[in-house]
């Protein structure tokens, strides 16, 4: 069975960083690319970031560009989302989430994980 | 980026009616859209993708249709458990955009 799960939020003041974790199983986690995608309280999704299989090629919002870093280990199983310069429009639950089809970025969203929160407050 | 303009942004309905949600794209996208369905608290669950296939396990009467840059989401026989936000996303681009979402709520 498929799973993911998320980890690393928590209340960070303005200006400050975290890194979310993805810890994934039931899959061949180098196989597929992962993405990351946020949903601000009582909003809609938003697409953050994707990275490919091995790591090569990574992408992000423009939302996010420059503050955020993704990366995956693929002998630990696990993604990751570093964040820096947080800001308050950053409050947010993070999901990781895999692509449908192996050998590709671009593709929809098969599996989601639980999600964990951000929040950027004083 | 493309935008993806989604409609209506709430719809009352009743169990058993037939609903239907559209997503436009501001550019062309081929069929390569997705719909989610995520319910308060949890995270979103994929229900049909490039457009029209029907994901593992969703049940039949979710079906999904393309024509040009305007894609539908029906459901047929809305059950209690379909009372959700719906969410239409295009993966056309690296820059992969959603839906402002559908609330669906029971009348």
Redesign the interface.
Known sequence: EVQLVESGGGLVKPGGSLRLSCAASGFTFSDYSMNWVRQAPGKGLEWVSSISSVGTYTYYADSVKGRFTISRDNAKDSLYLQINSLRAEDTAVYFCARVGRMSTVISHFDYWGQGTLVTVSS | ?IQMTQSPSTLSASVGDRVTITCRASQTIST?L?W?Q?KPG?????LI??ASTL?SGVPSRFSGRASGTEFTLTINSLQPEDFATY?C?Q???????????TKVEIK
């Open positions: 980026d390569w997705a989610y995520q949890k995270a979103p669950r994929l993708y490039k994901q969410y996303q993966y056309s681009s690296y820059s992969r955009t959603f839906g402002q979402g």
